[in-house]
């Protein structure tokens, strides 16, 4: 019986495939699909996120890509939360 694809993070592969093999993951930002310079990664999907798409969260300072995270738009302004924290943040 056939299964769908598994999605497993990338720093799964970095960690079991030999260096060589490694470098032949993707290293583009998993929000707007370029490369991103900067080895960042989603503290919550573990996906590469660009600078430029890169989030920090207002409440533990975490690194999250656009989908990890939502914005609070309460009466202090705008503040980036990660789902770890926006769970608490009621």
């Given at each position: 019986?056939?299964?769908?694809?598994?999605?497993?993070?990338?720093s799964v592969f970095?960690?079991?495939?030999?260096p060589a093999?490694?470098?032949?993951?993707s290293k583009a930002c998993s929000s707007c699909v370029?490369?991103?310079d900067v080895k960042e990664a989603c503290t919550q999907c573990d996906q590469f996120v660009?600078?430029?798409?890169?989030?920090?969260?207002?409440?533990?300072?975490?690194?999250?890509c656009s989908l990890c995270s939502t914005i609070?738009?309460?009466d202090v302004g705008e503040q980036v939360l990660c789902n770890g924290c926006s769970i608490f943040q009621v």
């Open positions: 019986r056939a299964v769908g694809p598994v999605l497993v993070p990338a970095s960690e079991v495939l030999p093999a490694a470098t032949l993951i370029r490369t991103a660009c600078q430029n798409c890169s989030k920090l969260c207002s409440c533990c300072n975490t690194v999250t609070d738009y309460g």
